[in-house]
């Protein structure tokens, strides 16, 4: 074993960039750039959710397989009952969830969709752009609880993927 894979929840980012010329010495023309600036940082959008993997190397210590260590933020336990059904949503920050019992199904747009279960784990780290709001038509993700076992999971603040 020379390597652990996990499924990873993400967003693309669409850029129109554009790039406009100034004259050297014009006049305005540091205004333009910033202007300029300030439109190809609106015009970074982002658009669906998807399913990735993201696969980190171990190393073995006599038969214990191990990564590099990964920084946390802070970490959290959940609990859901049954019935449990999020509207749509970005995770914002990569946070790991380790399922304890219960299904989690997470559906995006697309629906295509992935259940997991007890001892399953998965990064959710679909975000939006600084300073763009949420478009219930486009971001996002919804999750629900399947079955009649309560969620138990564990989520973990990631300073970093």
Same mark, same amino acid.
């Given at each position: 074993?020379?390597?652990?894979?996990? !499924? #990873? +929840?993400?967003?693309?980012?669409?850029?129109?960039?554009?790039?406009?010329?100034? @004259? &050297?010495? %014009?006049?305005?023309?540091?205004?333009?750039?910033?202007?300029?600036? =300030?439109?190809?940082? %609106?015009?970074?959008?982002?658009?669906?959710?998807?399913?990735?993997?993201?696969?980190?190397? #171990?190393?073995?210590? =006599? $038969?214990?397989?191990?990564?590099?260590?990964? &920084?946390? *933020? =802070?970490?959290?336990? /959940?609990?859901?009952?049954?019935?449990?059904?999020?509207?749509?949503? #970005?995770?914002?920050? !990569?946070? +790991?969830?380790?399922? /304890?019992?219960?299904?989690? /199904?997470?559906? *995006? /747009?697309? $629906?295509?969709?992935?259940?997991?279960?007890?001892?399953?784990?998965?990064?959710?780290?679909?975000? *939006?752009? %600084? =300073?763009?709001?949420? &478009?219930?038509?486009?971001?996002?993700?919804?999750?629900?609880?399947?079955? &009649? %076992?309560? *969620?138990?999971?564990?989520?973990? @603040? +990631?300073?970093?993927?």
């Amino acid at each position: 074993m020379n390597e652990i894979t996990l !499924p #990873v +929840l993400t967003a693309s980012v669409i850029s129109k960039q554009t790039f406009l010329q100034v @004259k &050297d010495g %014009e006049q305005g023309g540091s205004q333009k750039m910033t202007e300029q600036g =300030n439109a190809i940082k %609106e015009s970074c959008k982002t658009s669906h959710s998807f399913f990735t993997d993201v696969t980190y190397s #171990v190393v073995d210590y =006599n $038969g214990l397989f191990i990564t590099d260590r990964i &920084d946390a *933020l =802070n970490f959290r336990h /959940r609990s859901s009952e049954p019935g449990y059904f999020s509207t749509w949503h #970005v995770a914002g920050d !990569p946070t +790991l969830i380790i399922i /304890r019992s219960g299904i989690l /199904r997470i559906t *995006l /747009r697309s $629906g295509e969709f992935r259940d997991f279960k007890a001892g399953d784990l998965f990064i959710a780290q679909d975000r *939006l752009q %600084e =300073n763009e709001a949420f &478009d219930e038509h486009i971001h996002g993700h919804c999750a629900e609880l399947i079955g &009649d %076992e309560t *969620l138990l999971a564990v989520h973990i @603040k +990631l300073a970093s993927i």
